[in-house]
């Protein structure tokens, strides 16, 4: 077959243990890989509709994949400046300025991803941003279960009293006056929806931007945790476009609220797909996070907290992931506590059954696991879906309130990809986006250094749970494929793989510090360039 693609000249880490190394690949025009070997062999594979890519300097590996990323909830949240790298008030000022002179003086300044430290002991957070960005504002901390609106905005949202939400959300109010301080999403969206609600079109373009960001990060695919039938016709509408530029799996997700009728339409939907995207995964929540007391623990965190599943009903949780798994869904469950990991795996055991999709069930998060959940993530086939990345908040003085909340034993089993490798789970990685951001040599970075590349500043708290460069790669290569079935045709540059591949002017796998800088040349998904430094 001739080549649609071909790349010459370059270093290939194939992962294939057939032939670990090559210098070329060649891409035929069904978008998977038809040949892998040395130049001359790949040169005679082109013709005159091959681009050809000379790949002087080049280490191509195989395409990156991002085992939890959420692009549409991204699109959706993450809107105006990210906040990220904002240290304190000034900077936080400097950055709604702009945007308010950008906007004009009426608008909702908008920003995201901000750190709890920037407004830390601030009495009302809502009136000092009111000053800070000159008008109404809405904030999202990085977490995103916290947001900050200005009491203009709040006003305007026409919210005079403390509206009735749902779960544990909450505008906060004090002494009659809003605080600024929004509590979990029915909060937000009260806020956001009154003044500032998205349109399909801009959400449509939103995940296009987003996708399109990730695939110049060196992302090549992604498991999106955030579906809904809705983010399904997106994708086919983008696909038809062409837009679609990352080779998503993207699962249905399931909520106390979801009713009956929404589950039976659910389970006629696992087989749904387009070219580059399919679902056939069901996602549950079983809690929430460590530094709200929302995290399930076997036993209650240091201020009292942690002693709940995230369903008011577990019972019901238990018998949707039983009810999903026996229809042949792979199931996949947030469960950050110990206790909600326990209780996942009950739950898989009880379905005894495998995925149809050739996976392994699979877990979110797990931050803190014990010897024993770790042993029977790999003894019962259930994989752990790990980002270790999320250790980056932590305090070197373990002053922060994810460790004070959990105690110095619990703290210390934290993020164990060493052990959960040890042990012989599979461990995918991902960077939960736009949680934590979405650059997979960051991942790579961490996953190696236990704090972020390039930043030797901070705080290395767990240097025992570090992988090796080669084993953080296949987090996010052959570990992401095997998780949803995909061993035999994705995550390895071999005859027959998909034609997804990422390429550095550099070694990923050499200095970890550099992969902070390394820049990403090239990023193919299906044989298409869609990226090129
Ligand atoms: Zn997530």
């Known amino acids: 077959m001739r080549a649609r693609l071909a790349i010459v000249g370059a270093d290939v880490i194939t992962l294939d243990p057939a032939r670990p190394h090559a210098s070329a690949v060649a891409v035929g025009g069904d978008g998977t890989i038809v040949a892998v070997g040395d130049d001359a062999e790949i040169r005679a594979l082109a013709g005159a509709g091959t681009e050809l890519v000379d790949g002087t300097g080049l280490t191509v590996t195989p395409g990156l994949v991002d085992s939890h990323i959420h692009p549409v909830w991204g699109a959706l949240l993450a809107r105006g400046p990210e906040l990220r790298d904002v240290r ?190 399919r679902g056939g995964v069901a996602k549950f929540f079983a809690d929430g996070v460590v530094e709200s007391g929302t995290a399930w623990l076997e036993e209650p965190d ?41 209780f996942a795996l009950d739950a898989y055991a009880a379905a005894a059954t495998a995925p149809a999709n050739g996976g392994q069930h699979r877990i979110e998060h797990l931050e803190i696991a014990t010897d024993e959940l770790l042993a029977r993530c790999a003894a019962e086939r259930v994989a752990v879906s790990m ?74 708290l767990d240097r025992e749970q570090a992988l090796s460069a080669r084993r953080a790669l296949a987090g996010l290569t052959t570990e992401a494929a095997a998780v949803v079935g995909q061993s035999a045709t994705a995550g390895r540059v071999a005859p027959g793989f998909d034609g997804d591949l990422t390429a550095f002017a550099g070694d990923p796998l050499g200095d970890a510090d550099a992969l902070a800088e390394l820049p990403v040349a090239l990023t193919v998904v299906g044989g298409r360039i869609v990226h090129r430094a």
């Open 302 to 342: 240091a201020r009292g907290g942690g002693t709940d599943c995230y369903w008011p009903d577990p019972e019901r949780l238990h018998e949707l992931i039983v009810r999903f798994a026996q229809a042949g869904f792979q199931c996949a469950t947030h469960a950050i506590g110990d206790r909600a990991v326990r």
């Open 387 to 460: 980002q270790p990345l999320h250790g980056q908040w932590r305090a070197g003085d373990r002053s922060d309130e994810w460790t004070r909340r959990l105690g110095p034993t619990r703290a210390g089993r934290a993020w164990r990809a060493a052990d959960a490798a040890a042990a012989g789970a599979l461990l995918p990685l991902g960077s939960d986006w736009p949680v934590a951001q979405a650059d997979p040599r960051l991942q790579l970075g961490y996953a190696r250094l236990r704090r972020l590349p390039g930043r030797a500043d901070m705080p290395v």
């Open 88 to 277: 304190d008030v000034a900077g936080l000022r400097d950055v709604l300025r702009a945007e308010r002179a950008r906007l004009g003086p009426d608008a909702l300044v908008r920003g995201w991803a901000l750190d709890y430290a920037v407004l830390d002991g601030v009495d009302r957070p809502g009136e000092l941003l009111e000053e800070l960005a000159g008008g109404p504002a809405l904030l999202s901390y990085f977490d995103l279960h916290s947001h900050v609106a200005t009491p203009s905005a709040i006003a305007r949202a026409g919210v005079t009293e403390p509206p009735r939400l749902d779960g544990n959300s909450e505008i906060v109010f004090r002494d009659g006056r809003p605080t600024g301080e929004l509590v979990e999403l029915p909060a937000y969206w009260l806020v956001n929806d009154a003044l500032d609600p998205i349109s399909p079109a801009q959400l449509r373009d939103g995940v296009r931007d987003n996708l399109r960001r990730f695939n110049a990060l060196g992302l090549t695919g992604g498991h999106a945790m955030d579906g809904d039938l809705e983010a399904y016709a997106l994708l086919d509408a983008l696909e038809a476009d062409g837009e679609l530029t990352m080779r998503l799996v993207v699962p249905l997700l399931l909520l106390p609220q979801t009713s009956d009728e929404q589950v039976a339409d659910y389970l006629r939907h696992r087989d749904d797909r387009g070219a580059l995207w």
